[in-house]
C-alpha cells in the first residue's frame, strides 16, 4: 500500500467519526426544536378570545422576538462548536500527513482555523454562497415565519388554542429532520475546511486533493461524477458538502518523492447489488457502477439517465455541468441531441 492509499485509508475511516460526531450535533438541532416549540407553544394564550385577537400582532411580535433571540443563541453555540472542531481536526490531519512523510507539518493559526469556517463559502449552490452563519440564520428565520404562519392562519380561521397547537406539532418532525440535515452537513463542511487549510499550509509536499465519494446507491450523482479526480489548490475548485446530506470527503496527495510503495496496489470499500466488498482503491464511482446489475445502475441513475450510462453513450460527468448541477433530462438533450436520436 502506497503512502498515498495510507492517507486516503485513514481518512475515509476517519470521515465515519466524523458523521458520529455529526450525530451528536445532529441530536442537539433535534432539541433545540423540541424546546422552540415548547416555548412558542406555552406563550400561546390558553384560549383565543376577543381579547387575544385584539393584540394578536402584539403577541406576534413577542414570538418572533422570543424565537430570534432563542435561535441565535443556537446558532452562537453551534458556530463556536464547529470552530472547536475545526482546531481538532487540524491537529489531526496535519499530525497524520506528517508521520505518512516524516516531516513537520505547518499547522494554521487558530484565526485562519475560525475564519475559515465561519467565512468560507458551502458549494452546496454557489450562486446563493452560503457560509455557516448565514445557513444557520437562514434556516432559524424560515422555522420561525413557519410558525408564526401556523398562529396566523389558526387566528384568521378562529381555531382553537388546541388546534394551532396539534398544527404546529404535526409539522414538528419535518422541521426536526430539516434541522438534523443542517446539522450535518455543517459539521461535514467544517471537517473539509479544516483539512482544506491544514492542506495550503503544505502545499509545498501536496501535489493537490482528490475527491471521494462512497462506493454505494445512496451516493449522489454530483459526488458520483467527481470520485477519483485530483484537484489543484484554488478556492474555485469544489470541495464537499456538494449538497445537504453529502457524505463525500477529500483527501491529501503527497507528491511523488513522498509516496512510497507507489507500485503497490490498495483497496477501497464498496457496497452494490452482493453486499459489501472490498476493490481496487484505482477504481472510480464510474468503473465500479458499470460492473453492478441493471436494476442496481437505475436506482442510482433512473432508467432513462440508465439506460443511457449502460450503452455507453452518456458517462456520469455528463448529467452535471460544471457548477456540480445536475441536469434535467430536457437540458441533456439539449446538448447532447445525438446521444437522445433513439429515445
Same mark, same amino acid.
Given at each position: 500500500?502506497?503512502t498515498?492509499?495510507?492517507? #486516503? &485509508?485513514?481518512?475515509?475511516r %476517519?470521515?465515519?467519526f466524523?458523521l458520529r460526531?455529526?450525530?451528536?450535533?445532529?441530536?442537539?438541532?433535534?432539541? %433545540?426544536?423540541?424546546e422552540?416549540?415548547?416555548? !412558542?407553544?406555552?406563550r400561546?394564550?390558553?384560549?383565543?378570545t376577543?381579547?387575544?385577537?385584539?393584540?394578536?400582532d402584539?403577541? !406576534?411580535l413577542?414570538l418572533?422576538q422570543?424565537?430570534?433571540t432563542? =435561535?441565535?443563541?443556537?446558532?452562537d453555540?453551534?458556530?463556536?462548536q464547529m470552530?472547536? +472542531?475545526a482546531?481538532?481536526?487540524?491537529? +489531526?490531519?496535519a499530525q497524520?500527513? $506528517?508521520?505518512q512523510?516524516n516531516v513537520q507539518?505547518?499547522?494554521?493559526?487558530p484565526?485562519?482555523?475560525?475564519s475559515a469556517v465561519?467565512?468560507?463559502?458551502?458549494?452546496? *449552490?454557489?450562486? /446563493? $454562497?452560503?457560509?455557516?452563519?448565514r445557513?444557520?440564520?437562514? +434556516?432559524g428565520q424560515?422555522k420561525?415565519a413557519?410558525?408564526?404562519d401556523?398562529i396566523? &392562519?389558526?387566528?384568521?380561521?378562529?381555531?382553537t388554542?388546541?388546534?394551532i #397547537? /396539534?398544527r404546529i406539532?404535526? =409539522?414538528?418532525?419535518?422541521?426536526?429532520?430539516?434541522?438534523s440535515? !443542517?446539522?450535518?452537513?455543517v459539521?461535514?463542511?467544517t471537517?473539509?475546511?479544516?483539512?482544506?487549510?491544514? @492542506? /495550503?499550509?503544505n502545499?509545498d509536499?501536496?501535489?493537490?486533493?482528490?475527491? !471521494?465519494?462512497t462506493?454505494?446507491?445512496? #451516493?449522489?450523482?454530483?459526488?458520483?461524477?467527481r &470520485?477519483?479526480?485530483?484537484?489543484?489548490f484554488?478556492?474555485?475548485n469544489?470541495?464537499?458538502?456538494?449538497h445537504f446530506?453529502?457524505?463525500s470527503?477529500?483527501t491529501?496527495?503527497v507528491?511523488d518523492?513522498?509516496?512510497?510503495?507507489?507500485d503497490?496496489?490498495?483497496t477501497?470499500?464498496?457496497?452494490g447489488?452482493t453486499?459489501?466488498?472490498q476493490i481496487?482503491?484505482e477504481?472510480?464511482?464510474e468503473?465500479w457502477l458499470k460492473?453492478?446489475?441493471k436494476?442496481?445502475?437505475? *436506482?442510482v441513475?433512473g432508467?432513462?439517465?440508465g439506460?443511457? +450510462?449502460?450503452d455507453?453513450?452518456?458517462?456520469i460527468?455528463?448529467?452535471?455541468d460544471?457548477?456540480?448541477?445536475?441536469?434535467?433530462? *430536457?437540458?441533456?438533450?439539449?446538448?447532447r441531441p @445525438?446521444?437522445?436520436?433513439?429515445?
Amino acid at each position: 500500500m502506497s503512502t498515498n492509499d495510507r492517507i #486516503t &485509508d485513514t481518512l475515509t475511516r %476517519h470521515q465515519i467519526f466524523v458523521l458520529r460526531y455529526a450525530k451528536g450535533r445532529e441530536n442537539e438541532a433535534i432539541d %433545540h426544536v423540541d424546546e422552540l416549540l415548547r416555548q !412558542v407553544i406555552g406563550r400561546l394564550p390558553l384560549s383565543v378570545t376577543d381579547y387575544s385577537r385584539a393584540r394578536f400582532d402584539a403577541l !406576534v411580535l413577542d414570538l418572533l422576538q422570543y424565537i430570534n433571540t432563542f =435561535n441565535g443563541q443556537f446558532n452562537d453555540g453551534m458556530i463556536q462548536q464547529m470552530i472547536d +472542531f475545526a482546531n481538532d481536526e487540524v491537529e +489531526f490531519n496535519a499530525q497524520l500527513l $506528517g508521520n505518512q512523510i516524516n516531516v513537520q507539518t505547518a499547522i494554521p493559526a487558530p484565526q485562519q482555523i475560525a475564519s475559515a469556517v465561519y467565512s468560507n463559502v458551502l458549494d452546496l *449552490e454557489p450562486a /446563493k $454562497g452560503y457560509t455557516i452563519g448565514r445557513i444557520l440564520s437562514e +434556516f432559524g428565520q424560515k422555522k420561525a415565519a413557519q410558525i408564526i404562519d401556523f398562529i396566523r &392562519d389558526g387566528f384568521t380561521l378562529g381555531q382553537t388554542t388546541q388546534e394551532i #397547537t /396539534k398544527r404546529i406539532m404535526d =409539522n414538528s418532525d419535518l422541521m426536526k429532520s430539516q434541522a438534523s440535515t !443542517v446539522a450535518r452537513t455543517v459539521t461535514n463542511h467544517t471537517s473539509i475546511q479544516a483539512r482544506n487549510i491544514t @492542506m /495550503k499550509e503544505n502545499r509545498d509536499v501536496l501535489n493537490g486533493y482528490e475527491w !471521494v465519494a462512497t462506493l454505494d446507491s445512496r #451516493t449522489s450523482i454530483i459526488c458520483a461524477s467527481r &470520485d477519483g479526480i485530483l484537484y489543484e489548490f484554488k478556492d474555485s475548485n469544489p470541495k464537499p458538502p456538494a449538497h445537504f446530506n453529502c457524505r463525500s470527503t477529500i483527501t491529501f496527495v503527497v507528491k511523488d518523492e513522498f509516496n512510497l510503495g507507489k507500485d503497490i496496489k490498495g483497496t477501497r470499500a464498496s457496497k452494490g447489488a452482493t453486499g459489501p466488498k472490498q476493490i481496487s482503491d484505482e477504481t472510480n464511482y464510474e468503473q465500479w457502477l458499470k460492473r453492478q446489475p441493471k436494476s442496481f445502475i437505475y *436506482e442510482v441513475l433512473g432508467v432513462t439517465r440508465g439506460n443511457l +450510462f449502460i450503452d455507453g453513450k452518456l458517462s456520469i460527468g455528463a448529467f452535471v455541468d460544471n457548477t456540480g448541477k445536475v441536469l434535467s433530462l *430536457e437540458q441533456l438533450r439539449a446538448l447532447r441531441p @445525438m446521444a437522445f436520436g433513439d429515445i
